[in-house]
């Protein structure tokens, strides 16, 4: 007997879209960057499948402010398991390595015979997991948090890496655009001239980052404040909180500033950056309308507990023991009331902003279908008549959206929250249904027999497959009070109904 290798989300990324669709809008306008809205319109589930695919893994420079003359700088390794090459152990488990070799230069030269070396850097490992589908899953992550003292100057910083299949995406960091156009002459991957933004976040080839580098120094003003979303298991990634009494983990964010969606999450500040404050009001807004405040909370300074941060000073090149230990506070935000959208934090005393930074929630995992209105609609076929289904879709836009959001807002579980638990199971069944259940002869595997009864019944207890001496393979779908018998049609993986008996 087979059971059904289970689909298991993230917790907190599968968290839903509340109050209405007005996060699904958000959402989708945020990716407009990304998705070409041109004559073949997003309007198609399989494209907007093959827009979500990972193109590499991220890597992070941040610095923390240690000293006067010196800080720390943090780099943050974060590769989706898709994209490392995994092989099969005799234990039966899947093994992989990856490796990144970054070598720190002083100053921003010309003359690659006159640099000077200043630190290197080497993050690697072997990951091993124990189900093949933990090696394709892209909502499996591994996270390391590497750390080292420089002193405060200008750097440029050479990279290299192998074992891994994608190209690093670098944020934290700048980059020369004028060597990146001679190398990279279609101009796809440069950052515009006209943003003053010090992060550049795109997608790099490895021949880009050996050769012209990327340009790396302390930023003249700081924030004193950090994101982290909350820790459930300890990893290379996380970041130890501790007093005598409580000790927290939490998982640091990096400069992306982007929490987990429908995840509490902490604010960190140093607490030399709050001394010379009793109180302060932290004031979260809208990033669009920073004007109206939607939370605001007074905080008195005597009453925060002050945590010791445990930091290691791990570099693999030079074995060391170090720790970095800094005392800081750590404040509780409810970012899981937020809805999936971009924000912005203060500090304020005296209605005066001391410390200020913008943040985004972020849901990883959206299901596929909720990256466009249209789809979304459309896939409710498996819930109601075609007929209704093709009325609204030729409703004006703000009225589609505005049944779109009536309906699941009338099924929400929870209302209160920025979580539909419900609409988040279903489009999820959805994108398990494509991955699993397409064929060459059936490419929407939602639409194939066992893809719709998976979609509306969920999965079964149990899965029986026999194999007669003559005939075709068949498969059995138990569930607690019913059967449903399927026969390969073809021998390429797709299953035909042919009997779905009521048992009880």
Not at 65 to 89: C, G, M, N, W
Not at 127 to 140: A, F, G, K
Not at 200 to 227: A, D, N, R, S
């Amino acid at each position: 007997m087979n059971k059904l290798s289970s689909y298991q989300p993230n917790k907190g990324l599968t968290k839903l879209l509340g109050y209405g669709l007005k996060i699904l809008f958000i959402s989708i306008l945020g990716l407009t960057n990304l998705i070409d809205i041109q004559a073949q319109a997003i309007d198609s589930y399989r494209y907007l499948a093959q827009s979500k695919i990972q193109k590499g893994f991220d890597v992070d420079f941040q610095w923390i402010q240690a000293k006067k003359d010196s800080t720390l700088l943090t780099v943050f390794l974060s590769i989706p398991h898709q994209q490392l090459s995994f092989e099969r152990q005799a234990d039966s488990s899947y093994a992989a390595r990856y490796q990144l070799n970054v070598e720190i230069y002083k100053g921003f030269y010309e003359d690659e015979n006159t640099r000077e070396l200043a630190e290197r850097m080497f993050i690697g490992d072997t990951i091993v997991v124990n189900q093949y589908d933990q090696t394709l899953d892209p909502n499996e992550f591994t996270q390391v948090l590497t750390t080292l003292y420089l002193p405060l100057d200008e750097y440029t910083i050479h990279m290299d890496y192998n074992y891994v299949k994608g190209w690093p995406a670098i944020t934290g960091i700048q980059i020369d655009s004028k060597k990146l156009e001679r190398l990279n002459p279609n101009k796809r991957r440069t950052k515009s001239t006209n943003t003053k933004s010090p992060t550049f976040k795109q997608y790099i080839p490895k021949e880009i980052l050996q050769e012209i580098g990327l340009q790396l120094h302390p930023p003249k003003t700081q924030q004193p404040l950090y994101l982290f979303n909350t820790s459930e298991n300890t990893t290379n990634a996380d970041i130890s909180f501790s007093t005598q009494e409580v000790k927290k983990v939490a998982k640091w964010i990096g400069s992306t500033n982007q929490i987990t969606f429908s995840e509490p999450s902490y604010l960190g500040i140093p607490t030399y950056a709050l001394d010379s404050l009793s109180s302060f009001d932290l004031v979260i807004s809208a990033k669009t309308n920073p004007q109206n405040s939607i939370h605001t909370k007074t905080i008195q300074r005597s009453v925060l507990p002050s945590f010791e941060v445990d930091l290691s000073l791990d570099n693999q090149l030079l074995k060391s023991a170090q720790q970095f230990r800094s005392p800081f506070y750590l404040i509780e935000l409810e970012t899981e009331l937020l809805e999936n959208k971009g924000y912005h934090l203060e500090l304020k005393s005296n209605n005066q902003v001391i410390y200020s930074l913008n943040f985004e929630t972020y849901w990883q995992d959206m299901p596929t279908s909720l990256l466009q209105l249209d789809v979304a609609i459309e896939m409710l076929r498996y819930m109601l008549p075609e007929q209704m289904i093709e009325e609204v879709l030729k409703k004006k836009s703000a009225d589609k959206l505005s049944w779109f959001t009536s309906f699941w807002d009338s099924k929400d579980p929870i209302p209160a929250t920025a979580k539909n638990e419900l609409m988040s199971e279903y489009y999820r069944r959805i994108d398990y249904a494509f991955d699993q259940f397409s064929t060459t002869s059936e490419p929407e595997g939602y639409d194939s027999d066992q893809g719709q009864i998976y979609i509306k019944i969920g999965p079964p207890k149990e899965i029986v497959r026999s194999f007669p001496a003559s005939g075709r393979v068949i498969e059995e779908w138990i569930y607690p009070n019913r059967t449903f018998v399927f026969t390969a049609s073809s021998g390429f993986g797709d299953f035909t109904l042919v009997n779905a008996n009521q048992e009880n």
